[in-house]
């Protein structure tokens, strides 16, 4: 079936002069995050390659229509041999790769023994599984930082999964990462969009009932009645910080419940000292208008 040709685009903006011939299609509705997750960065380094689908399909063992899909994420899950072969024309590092294509072949009801005789042996050479030794300094100074963070939304394993999916991706498209305007800004989007796509959500919100479950004063509590009391306005105030804006509501989260300082704070977001202020003043007066919201009926007689 004939589908309408669709515009080209990428994170950075539409392909200049654009290419000949059917356009590549937009990731189909459905897809999982996990899926997602190398789709995405696979797509953007095609983009920005200036091939086509017809000059892919030549270099590797995939008609154009079936490289569309892929590239699309419609039809089966793809063997690992074949994004292996995608990987190696648009030059791509191929263990963070297929890390994050195991991980969704899991989440696609594929067998271990199904991805195992997919992926045949794991990449040995050099480059493929050592990444940049810039790469490795910034892990070594932020993740610890960054586990915290996400601690406040995901328990143990889905929390190290978010954060081993973040440095990959990271890997992934280390070069925008360092072509950015600030390096530090751009790797806490992945991590923030890899912890919220795993992040149970309630009206569109982050539920951080794992958090307010989590609280200090909650594990102080002795008295079963005064506990419940705190969880239940525990609830409350965490259902009102999931409201916040999305630079405010990390600010809160890193300032109020990982402890963290202003400057520790700037430096993880990669904003500026007085924004991550302002910031935090907007959160104090939205939550306080939540709570003890102005009396506008003025004085009765």
Known sequence: MSTPLEPEYSASGPVPGGRPGRKLGPIATGVSSTHRAWLEPTRDRYLASGLTLAEM?????????????????VGLYPRWELLEGI????????????????QAALDAQKSREWIERSAGSPPVTTSAVVPPLEHGAFRETVEDSYRRYCQ????????????????????LSWNGALASPDMRNYAWKILRATVMAKTPHVDGRPDLGHAAFDTVALRAMTDVAAGMAQMAESLELFKAISRLPEVPLDVVVLRSLCGFTPEETSGLLGLSKPTVQSSERYAERFLDNIFNPPDTEGPTE
Do not use: Y
């Open 57 to 73: 399909s030549g270099r590797v063992p995939l008609a154009k229509s079936k490289l569309s899909e892929l590239m699309r994420g």
């Open 87 to 102: 990987a190696g024309v648009l030059d791509m590092p191929v263990w963070p790769l297929q890390r994050l294509w195991r």
């Open 152 to 171: 406040v939304f995901l328990f143990d394993d889905p929390c190290e999964a978010a954060v081993a999916d973040t440095f990959d991706l990271l890997w």
